[in-house]
């Protein structure tokens, strides 16, 4: 499937990917394309195994050649794990937080020059004239070297694993519908996966001043309105990783 999730005159973004691949063996993914004007922005591409059905719904939207822009999350292989493909097949620099710049040759680049470390804190980088996105930083949830993307023009957020559920789960299509009931979904991730409530906090003070409309996970499905400040309000509240580390452990200190 693929679906446009925000549309406004020269710009767009699309949901590339939802998680239906067989390849994908249990851990669905989502993939998401920026389109500004004539350019092309790519949002966690995932597996190799993705590529072919991705470039054919790519080119319904642009030119592989216009493609600038790809940019990784954190390190793990649903996210990354295509990108040495990505890389031979378009022009596009490839953004990653500069803690796992080192684990990049694994991939088998051919043009490591490609390769962009994406610095600490909160910025903005340039993809064409006029048209930034702004790099949040995300770390410890769950990677410590985990960066969201945020688009200025769509107001999307790309949250990462922030937020992310695993297919199938509720009855909702896309966009999440009553949160209650969605919790079940996302609570056993999130209190594993992320490091602490430290962390989280941290990111939500990252985000707090930006207008989002939508908050789009790299896995499952996408917060909006009320839903979204809800999920946001709980995470905020959420005891994980390190704060129940007796409890993941077995034992107490």
Known sequence: MDKCIFEGGDHKVILLGFGESAKEEGVPSNQYLIVHKN???LIDPGGFGLFPTLISRLLKYIEIDDVKAIFLSHQDPD???GVNIWAEMTP???YISKVWLRFIPHY???DPSKIVPIEEGVHDI???EGFSLRIIPA???HSPGQINVYDPVSKVLFSGDIGASMLPCSENLLFIDDFEEFIPCIEKFHVRYMASNRAIRAWINNIKDLEIDIIAPQHGFLYKGEVKDKFIKWLSELKCGVDIIEEINGNSY
Request: charged share 20%.
């Open 108 to 110: 088998d680049l051919k």
């Open 79 to 81: 996210v990354s794990g």
């Open 126 to 128: 340039e993809i064409s």
């Open 92 to 94: 596009a620099r490839i």
């Open 39 to 41: 350019i092309g922005v």
């Open 139 to 141: 770390h410890f949830l």
